[in-house]
C-alpha cells in the first residue's frame, strides 16, 4: 500500500487519534487537534500509511502590512521506522502547494546547527541560507524557500 500525503482540514482530526511513536513530541490533545485543523491560519500536511501518521509538517501562513504573506514551517518530524524514504520532503512540499494557495511568495524554517537531517532536508527541497560559516557560534540556521 502507498503511503499517502495528506494536508488536513476541519474535520480530518481524527486522523491524529493514530500516530506512530517518536512522530509528535507529546500525545494528541483531540481538543488543541480539531483547533489547530479549524484554523485557516494554520497548517498541517501528515504522511499516513496502512492509516497511521508516520510524519507530519505543520506550518503557519501570515502576512504584514508592507510584506506578502509568507509560510512559516513550524515542525518536520518523520516517525524512525520510515525515514529515508522522501516522506519529509513529501509533506514539506504539500504545505509549500498551501503557501502557494494563500498568495505566499516564500517560506522559512529554522533548525538546530547540529541537526544534520533536517539540514538536508531542507537543502533538498531548495532551501538556501543555512550555514553562515561567518557565524559559528549561531546555534540556530535560517532556510528560505521561493514559492
Known amino acids: ?41 494554520h497548517h498541517i500536511a501528515v504522511a499516513i500509511d496502512g492509516g497511521v501518521v508516520v510524519g507530519f509538517a505543520s506550518a503557519v501562513h501570515y502576512f504584514h502590512p508592507d510584506k506578502r504573506p509568507e509560510l512559516w514551517i513550524n515542525e518536520v518530524a518523520v516517525a524512525p521506522t520510515h525515514q529515508r524514504r522522501g516522506l519529509g520532503k513529501g509533506v514539506m512540499r504539500a504545505l509549500f502547494d498551501v503557501g502557494k494557495a494563500h498568495g505566499c511568495t ?42
Do not use: C, H
Request: proline share 6%.
Open 106 to 147: 516564500g517560506a522559512w524554517v529554522l533548525t538546530d546547527r547540529g541537526n544534520a537531517a533536517a539540514m538536508a532536508l531542507y537543502a533538498s527541497v531548495g532551501g538556501t541560507g543555512g550555514a553562515d560559516e561567518s557565524a559559528p557560534e549561531a546555534a540556530t540556521l535560517g532556510y528560505s524557500f521561493a514559492l
Open 1 to 41: 500500500m502507498a503511503i499517502e500525503i495528506k494536508v488536513l482540514r476541519r474535520g480530518d482530526e481524527g486522523i491524529l487519534a493514530n500516530v506512530a511513536p517518536e512522530v509528535f513530541d507529546n500525545p494528541i490533545d483531540p481538543d488543541l487537534a480539531r483547533e489547530f485543523v479549524s484554523d485557516p491560519r
